[in-house]
């Protein structure tokens, strides 16, 4: 894995979707309790408090592909956004109940990736249910079961996911060494009640596995508190992921960049300055100079 800091880059996307939504606005987007004033296009936040020349970008295998509810990418709360900022290989879609975006059914379908969902797995099918990542053999099977159902599958349904014989139900898988599918992450990125409501009315996600996650850490994340501390933001979510593909460095780094947008923003929302000497910022430089070298 490389990494590389940028202080001016092309919009990501989910720089890409938040334009296409504000473009659709009949209306200013005000985020609760935020502040008002001018904010960095790059980073959206206060060009005072601006982080984007800290910004690490990360050549990693595994790839993302962030679900988004409707307002989430206008928010400058969404960590999504931090995960399109650090993974080239992010693509993001608006989510809309009625219609699923032909690139988002595309990608899915996609040979090089394999799809995962990422959700608990007590809101799916036990024998959809997986805690690691498919072994070559189970990847292989997918890609003979996509070959064989693409010519008979109905409109609107995924061709391409493994049939349930090829998923390792309940049990935690390393992951291998050189597997025959990039893996990829589908993250509902929505509040708790949105993202179940887009797990349950998504039919093009049920031919996924879905990946539950076992994190032995509680949410560290400050900036929008849910009820359960087993619920992690998105950005969060998404290095547990990196470091369930063995990419940890890459996970670190993710980690340590949501730190340092959280001081950003938490320090400009109550218009104190930066403390850029202070340990999260020592710690994502460490991480952004050290080599990697991939588990």
Sequence with gaps: MHVNTVTNAHPHAVSRLRAERLARSTKPFLARGGSK???????RLLPSHCMCALRPVLTTRAGFCLVMADIEPLKPSNTGWLIADVVPDTLA???ARTA?????????????WQPYVVF???YAAAERVV?????DAAASASASASASASASAPPGTLCGAPPASAWASGTPECPPKHPSKRPLFVLLDATWSEARKIFRKSPYLNGLPVLSLQPEQLSRYRLRRSTRDDHF???????????LAGEV????????YLDVFTHHYLRAKQQLPLLPDDAVHARLTALTLRPSVRS
């Design 93 to 95: 879609f608006g989510w």
């Design 249 to 256: 460095h890459a996970a670190q780094t993710l980690e340590a």
């Design 131 to 135: 805690s690691g990542l498919l072994a």
């Design 100 to 112: 699923a975006d032909p690139a988002l059914l595309a990608l899915l379908a996609d040979p090089q």
């Design 37 to 43: 004033g001018e904010r960095c296009e790059g980073c």
């Design 120 to 122: 608990p797995g007590e």
């Design 233 to 243: 933001c998105t950005s969060e979510v998404a290095a547990l992921c990196l470091e």
